[in-house]
């Protein structure tokens, strides 16, 4: 049996979310606009939670449900970043996004699967996987901010505004991603005996973590320009996508102990 009812519960979110996107677009500060995204997120909310039930085990385990995790962080990410900011253009790339994440669910439906392995039968990790998925979300739409810089500074001539909207996602994004190796470690501690293994995907993410660490040190002490700092934004967004999914493809992968998250 596949995901009940997903389609619909998607449908509808997507819907809401192009007329809420709709009517920001023309409107501008529109509250119709948020109340209508804002219900898409509830919609989505309740989706999430009456599969949780279904399943009796945290959706956090195939493709899929992380899939699902993030079309639900990048909205809450969007409109937390609207309301202290206004950028509309941000909506429309985290919602567009997020609705992107729901279409591929829907495109590749997947088959109900209660059980959980070992490994993953642990208090942290819930924790874990929610702490790496939102800062996932905010590193990746620092991301785009770091694309756009690059498209006015090169392509329209123009300098580059919006870099401090990238340093303060980042700077909230790499938060949540040492609490992600913290708990990762107490997890693996835990698991297999051992806080550290280095295992390709710990190895991974430590070169994430790193990279951005790098960035953080470049931005705060100022000693390149906003130029540089993009691109090494853009790096580090490529050393991310490579720990998340790049590393299943690894030939070292096939030893490796998260092979779960490849089902």
Not at 30 to 37: A, P, R
Not at 122 to 129: A, K, L, R
Request: aromatic share 18%; hydrophobic share 55%; glycine share 6%.
């Amino acid at each position: 049996m596949v995901w009940i009812d997903f389609s619909i519960y998607a449908g509808i979110t997507i819907v809401l979310w192009i007329l809420g996107l709709a009517a920001q677009v023309k409107r501008g500060k529109s509250w119709l606009g948020v109340v209508l995204l804002g219900l898409g997120i509830l919609v989505l909310t309740v989706f999430i939670a009456r599969l949780w039930i279904l399943l009796e085990r945290p959706p956090m385990r195939t493709l899929g449900e992380t899939r699902l995790w993030y079309g639900f962080f990048l909205p809450i990410v969007g409109l937390i970043t609207y309301w202290r900011w206004r950028y509309n253009w941000f909506l429309v790339y985290t919602f567009g996004l997020a609705s992107l994440f729901l279409i591929l669910n829907m495109a590749y439906p997947e088959n109900y699967n209660k059980t959980l392995m070992p490994a993953l039968q642990s208090i942290w990790f819930v924790p874990h996987v929610l702490v790496y998925i939102v800062s996932y979300a905010l590193l990746a739409a620092s991301s785009v901010v770091s694309a756009k810089g690059i498209f006015d500074f090169y392509i329209k001539k123009k300098p580059m505004i919006h870099i401090d909207l990238a340093d303060n996602l980042v700077y909230l994004g790499f938060a949540f991603l040492t609490m992600g190796l913290l708990f990762g470690a107490l997890w693996a501690k835990e698991a297999w005996g051992h806080y550290w293994t280095w295992d390709p995907k710990e190895t991974w993410a430590l070169l994430t973590w790193m990279v951005y660490l790098v960035y953080i040190h470049l931005r705060i002490h100022k000693t390149v320009s906003n130029q540089k700092a993009v691109w090494v934004l853009a790096l580090a967004f490529v050393v991310l996508l490579i720990c998340w999914f790049g590393v299943n493809y690894l030939p070292s992968a096939s030893n490796s102990v998260h092979t779960y998250s490849q089902s």
